[in-house]
């Protein structure tokens, strides 16, 4: 029976993907730089954010599961940007029958 993906009907949300790339600034030193790879659809489900409370600020983190079609040019230095926030890529999973259906991120967003 061929595999049906039934996923690629809930790619509703917009986001942007960002490469990541280093170059060298006046002084010879490394900068982290990322250029935008373009937009695509996705399918964004948020997992349970965790706080952490500090003398001096608070911060909190969400994990956030995003699926996009596949693509082989994503990796885990990469940033995603969803809703005016940027997310971290922390793994990247292939799905589907011949795992090039779709990719499954797992991201983090930290709000300091």
């Known amino acids: 029976m061929p595999y049906i993906n039934k996923a690629s009907g ?3 949300q917009r986001i942007e993907l960002f490469s990541y790339s280093q170059s060298k600034n006046e002084f010879g030193e490394d900068v982290e730089n990322f250029v935008s790879a373009g937009k695509v659809w996705a399918e964004v489900v948020f997992r349970i954010g965790k706080e952490k409370f500090n003398e001096d600020s608070t911060n909190s983190m969400q994990k956030v599961i ?3 079609r596949y693509t082989d040019t994503l990796s885990v230095r990469d940033k995603v940007l969803y809703n005016n ?3 971290n890529i ?3 999973v292939p799905m589907g029958s011949t795992k090039r ?6 991201t983090l967003r930290q709000v300091k």
Do not use: A, K, T
């Open 101 to 106: 259906d779709l990719l499954e991120m797992e």
């Open 10 to 12: 809930s790619l509703s």
């Open 85 to 87: 926030d940027y997310y």
């Open 66 to 68: 995003m699926r996009i």
């Open 90 to 92: 922390l793994s990247i």
